[in-house]
């Protein structure tokens, strides 16, 4: 099983900064990697598929890069409403699928 | 408006059954293979089970192989989580999931999610 390891774990910035957030594989996984934003007692959205693919409605602002086992997702300018916990997801070695921990984005 | 919604959570002592529902709406349902994710309480999300969008295969994460049987029915745009022999570290969040591919095989990512549902195993 591919573990995912996502930093910081905390991450505290303010509106309008830019963010930039981590996520290592133990192991290749190619580009088959995905992200995902939750906010408290939501579901999870998906922001970005195959390291920097965005699904239609996603803003430009989200964006990711990396291959191998280094990813990263960049927010470059911090709206209010991007506070939230973001997940990386891997789908180069299924099943399973795995997440990393998480990492919380938090108003500075 | 495409949605996702589960039901079925509860209290179930260990040992027990309980089984969830997912009821889609808005997208053809049988395009998409649908999945199950899990989240216990203050923890990340670990995958549980997938069915194709044709219901010809299934998986499932080796921690529940052999006590949770995911299945579907077209007709009635659901999906279904039967789940045996709970165990306390089921206890969790479930969600449904739709995969983003459709028509054939599983991109594993997910586009579409429901709220969830609460199952809490506990004596």
């Known amino acids: 099983e591919i573990v995912l390891t996502q930093s910081p774990g905390t991450l505290s910035l303010s509106p309008g900064e830019r963010a930039t957030l981590s996520c290592r594989a133990s192991?290749?996984?190619?580009?088959?990697l995905a992200w995902y934003q939750q906010k408290p007692g939501q579901a999870p959205r998906l922001l970005i598929y195959d390291v920097s693919k965005r699904p239609t409605g996603i803003p430009a602002r989200f964006s990711g890069g990396g291959s191998g086992t280094d990813f990263t997702l960049t927010i470059s300018s911090l709206e209010p409403e991007d506070f939230a916990v973001y997940y990386c997801?891997?789908?180069?070695?299924?099943?399973?699928?795995?997440f990393g921990q998480g990492t919380r984005l938090e108003i500075k | 408006q495409m949605h996702l919604v589960e039901s079925g959570g509860g209290v179930v002592q260990p040992g027990r059954s309980l089984r969830l529902s997912c009821a889609a709406s808005?997208?053809?349902?049988?395009?998409?293979?649908i999945h199950w994710v899990r989240q216990a309480p203050g923890k990340g999300l670990e995958w549980v089970a997938a069915?194709?969008?044709?219901?010809?295969?299934?998986h499932y994460r080796d921690s529940v192989k052999g006590r949770l049987t995911i299945s579907r029915d077209d007709p009635t745009n659901t999906v279904s989580l039967e789940m045996t022999n709970l165990r306390g570290e089921d206890t969790a969040v479930y969600f449904c999931?739709?995969?983003?591919?459709?028509?054939?095989?599983?991109?594993?990512?997910?586009?579409?999610w429901g709220r969830g549902t609460l199952v809490t195993v506990s004596s």
């Open positions: 192991q290749s996984i190619g580009t088959y």
């Open positions: 808005g997208f053809t349902f049988s395009s998409h293979g």
């Open positions: 069915i194709f969008h044709d219901g010809s295969n299934e």
């Open positions: 999931a739709r995969d983003r591919g459709w028509w054939g095989q599983l991109t594993w990512y997910f586009d579409l």
């Open positions: 997801q891997q789908r180069g070695d299924w099943p399973p699928i795995t």
